[in-house]
């Protein structure tokens, strides 16, 4: 599934279509989850920060609102957060220099599937709605696997589809219907919010993807349903040899 042709590459038409929709990034994933974006990131963070790690990278960190809130509530971690598009990493660099949290954190652009950072040496690796819109998932598990310490471990939230019958009926009309109208109308890009409940339908399901978690050598994998299985938070753990 790519954004706007079958022509060229996911990865060029993911960089194109996050470049052109990073001023409103923020606001449309307010309003299209009517808030309920925030409540997951910070039970993401929650989970994160029950481990206590010292270093962390936030891997398709967007704007940057899991890293800046990691920052902020694991003081005594460094955090990196990567993205391959510049306009979003503009935006959350914006967000730091407002923050007055500037010493544990720092942005860097970069492909996840093609990463510059040593091998075994985070305790954590998240990624908060991004898998998905990786070109080839398989490398950016291996990357994420290839960076962990021995022992470390990765978190990935992602959407998915809702399994109960009546509130899968109300979810796809909302994602078909109304939310590409919300996205295209504030965005301004016509296929960026038809690509994402697309993307969605596409991606894995909950004990898909915690299979390919294992296949990609992650112990301990287990997946928590978020909002009626409208996200899920897939966990992880680089086993120690
Ligand atoms: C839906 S946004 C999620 C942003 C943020 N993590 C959040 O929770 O809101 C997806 C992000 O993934 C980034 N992305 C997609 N593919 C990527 C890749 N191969 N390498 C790095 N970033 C990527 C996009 O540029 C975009 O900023």
Do not use: W
């Given at each position: ?14 960089h ?24 997951w990131?910070?039970?993401l ?26 920052a ?5 971690a ?5 993205d ?13 220099e407002h ?7 720092k942005?860097?652009?970069e ?32 990357e ?10 990765l ?6 589809t ?5 509130f899968?009926?109300?979810y ?5 219907s ?5 996205g295209?109308i504030?965005?301004?890009d ?6 994402l409940?697309?993307?969605?339908v ?16 992650f112990?301990s ?21």
């Open positions: 599934m790519k954004p706007y042709n079958k022509n060229e590459s996911k990865g060029i038409q993911v194109r279509m996050f470049n052109n929709i990073a001023p409103y990034y923020d606001k449309i994933c307010h309003i299209l989850s009517f808030n309920i974006d925030r409540l990131r910070k039970r963070v929650k989970l994160v920060a029950g481990i206590k790690p010292v270093n962390i990278v936030d891997i398709a960190t967007g704007t940057g609102d899991v890293a800046i809130s990691m902020r509530n694991i003081s005594t460094q955090i990196v957060g990567i391959l598009s510049e306009e979003m990493l503009k935006v959350a660099q914006q967000k730091i923050s007055g949290i500037k010493s544990n954190i942005f860097l652009c492909d996840a599937e093609n990463l510059s950072l040593a091998s075994n040496s985070f305790d954590v690796v998240t990624i908060s709605f991004g898998i998905r819109n990786f070109e080839n998932i398989d490398k950016g598990l291996s994420c696997y290839r960076i962990l310490r021995e022992g470390g471990s978190f990935v939230m992602e959407f998915s809702p399994k109960h019958k009546v899968n009926v109300l796809r009309f909302y994602s078909k109304i939310l590409p109208v919300i295209r504030i965005s301004k016509n296929k960026a919010y038809t690509y409940p697309e993307s969605i596409e991606f894995y399901q909950e004990d898909e993807f915690t299979k390919l978690l294992q296949n990609s050598g112990d994998c287990s997946a928590i349903s978020l909002s009626n299985g409208i996200a899920h938070i897939y966990i992880g753990v680089k086993p120690k040899i």
